[in-house]
């Protein structure tokens, strides 16, 4: 079934601690997101890439970075995570075409200790 | 700056019809989005307007003035499984997604 695949679907992590979020996706899409959900707050862009090999910094970027060595996968990392990094990470794709949706990943819910 | 408003939490009855507003303020505009999400999974696509007027899909349909930066979701015959979370989100000129924080819609019998 085409879609994305997001890994871990959860994860208790301790602060300083190093961790990556995976997501793949088998849709061939060009555009890829990173975002962060909190209560009362919205969809927040952490990081993007338009296309394989480049990437770009979103709304909140500090603490992750993020690589895109082929078109499938792009995953998140938490250099030395943060009790203010807990939150459910979502991961999502985008087609060509301006009307094109995000298709989304089931999520990571991180907490920090 | 560029802003999302809709209201925080929604309550209608079974069978009823209810509407969610939406009003954006982006640095230009290319599109809006409205987005389903229910407790613990991932938003869904419902809609998206960039021309003014109303598009009908289903019981669902979605409304767009550019003019006065307003959409509104207009749900009808409401059933029980439409309890979720509704997100409104406009892209702006540089085709990045601006979201509001969603709209509880809670559904009585």
């Known amino acids: 079934i085409a879609g994305i695949t997001q890994a871990p679907t959860s994860q208790i992590l301790a602060a300083g601690r190093r961790m990556t979020l995976r997501c793949t996706q088998d849709?061939?899409?060009?555009?890829m997101y990173w975002y962060r959900q909190d209560l009362g707050l919205g969809l927040r862009l952490i990081h993007y890439?338009?296309?394989?090999?480049?990437?770009g910094k979103g709304e909140v970027p500090d603490g992750y970075s993020v690589s895109r060595a082929n078109t499938d996968d792009f995953p998140l990392t938490l250099a030395s995570a943060v009790p203010s990094q807990t939150s459910v990470y979502f991961c999502?794709?985008?087609?060509?075409?301006?009307?094109?949706?995000?298709?989304f990943g089931n999520g990571t819910r991180l907490t920090v200790t | 700056g560029q802003n999302i408003d809709q209201p925080t939490e929604m309550t209608a009855t079974e069978g009823a019809i209810v509407q969610i507003n939406c009003t954006y303020q982006?640095?230009?505009?290319?599109?809006l989005f409205w987005y389903q999400q229910h407790a613990g999974e991932a938003p869904t696509f419902l809609s998206y307007?960039?021309l003014d007027g109303l598009e009908e899909k289903g019981r669902f349909s979605s409304f767009l003035s550019r003019s006065k930066g307003y959409s509104y979701l207009l749900l009808k015959e409401l059933q029980m499984k439409d309890s979720a979370s509704y997100l409104c989100?406009?892209?702006?000129?540089?085709?990045?997604?601006?979201w509001g924080a969603g709209t509880k819609l809670i559904i009585k019998p």
């Open positions: 999502a794709s985008r087609g060509q075409g301006d009307n094109s949706p995000l298709h």
């Open positions: 849709m061939r899409h060009n555009a």
């Open positions: 982006t640095s230009g505009f290319n599109g």
């Open positions: 890439s338009n296309t394989a090999g480049t990437t």
């Open positions: 307007n960039v």
């Open positions: 989100a406009a892209m702006d000129s540089n085709y990045q997604l601006i």
